[in-house]
């Protein structure tokens, strides 16, 4: 795991959309997951720029998003469906037939979650999940208890969840359809985005935590590619910090593409 702190939200998601950049500029029919919520929208302004002010490319990406509120149409202003799509899909040049959010108004919910699993795999597997974290520890909906193997499927909000998403957007629902954790794991590589205080517990028993389906990014301890980037609020509870940034300059000299930078 590379544990990545930056001195802040803006620096740390510039740093984000670099790497998702190298990702398309490398493999131009990448497949990409993608999370809504608050913390990765400003990597999204900065790949909409890059799409903008530099060619960044996204013709031949395939999207798949984490989750939906089950229970919202895809017009409501509070699904993941509008949200991605005003704050991303519609500001670069996807193709809309290549862009997958679970359908949240199913009426065969399993049916529906194993026909995302099947589309996930026909477009041969998620090159790069970018995952955000909640207070809970989720990743998608994965909320604590949560099968560190589990698929899409359904899942009961947490009321410390639902508390924190209302806040933001009013009142949401109570379930919502998300990828599993095992769906997650497949993804190649992984980049977990985390800022502010608020996250700091989470991320502390994510990367540090025992493995455990109480804090379901502890799982990501068993991916082989995960990124974490985190801003100085998010980091202060981690207690090997100086190993980290350590580790974080050994890779500058010696990997530099790891971190979205290059050396020449
Ligand atoms: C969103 C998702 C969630 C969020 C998490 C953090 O698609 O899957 O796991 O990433 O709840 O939300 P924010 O970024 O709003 O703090």
Redesign the pocket.
């Known amino acids: 795991m590379l544990v990545i702190i930056r001195p802040d939200k803006a620096v740390a998601s510039i740093q984000a959309a670099k790497l998702v950049a190298d990702q398309v500029r490398h493999k131009p029919d990448s497949v990409l997951g ?8 400003a990597t999204y302004t900065e790949l909409i720029r890059m799409h903008r002010d530099d060619g960044l490319d996204f013709s031949n990406v395939t999207t798949f ?4 509120y089950f229970g919202l149409s895809r017009e409501h202003p509070q699904s ?1 469906y509008s ?2 799509h005003k704050n991303f899909l519609d500001h670069i040049n996807v193709r809309s037939d290549r862009t997958h959010i679970p359908n949240g108004e199913s009426k065969a919910p399993a049916k529906t979650c194993s026909e995302y699993e099947d589309a996930i795999l026909a477009a041969g597997g998620i090159d790069l999940q970018i ?5 809970t520890g ?5 909320e604590p208890t949560s099968s560190l193997a589990s698929r899409t499927r359904l899942k009961t909000l947490s009321d410390e ?1 639902i508390n ?2 209302s806040k ?1 957007s009013g009142d949401i629902p109570e379930v ?1 359809i ?2 599993g954790i095992g769906t997650i794991l497949e993804a190649k590589k992984i980049l977990l ?4 205080e ?2 700091s517990n989470a991320v502390a028993k994510a990367i540090e935590g025992p493995i455990s389906s109480s804090c379901s990014a502890s799982a990501l301890q068993m991916h082989r590619d995960v990124r974490f980037i985190l801003d100085e609020e998010a980091a202060t509870e981690l207690r090997h910090r100086s190993y980290y940034d350590r580790v974080v300059e050994q890779t500058k000299r010696y990997a530099p593409e790891l971190l979205g930078i290059t050396n020449d």
Not at 138 to 142: E, K, R, S
Not at 193 to 196: E, V
């Open positions: 993608l999370s809504t919520g608050n913390t990765p929208l998003n984490l989750d939906e993941f949200e991605i995952l955000g974290i909640g207070r989720h990743i998608g909906f994965n969840t924190d998403n933001i919502a998300t990828m985005l985390a800022f502010g608020s996250k």
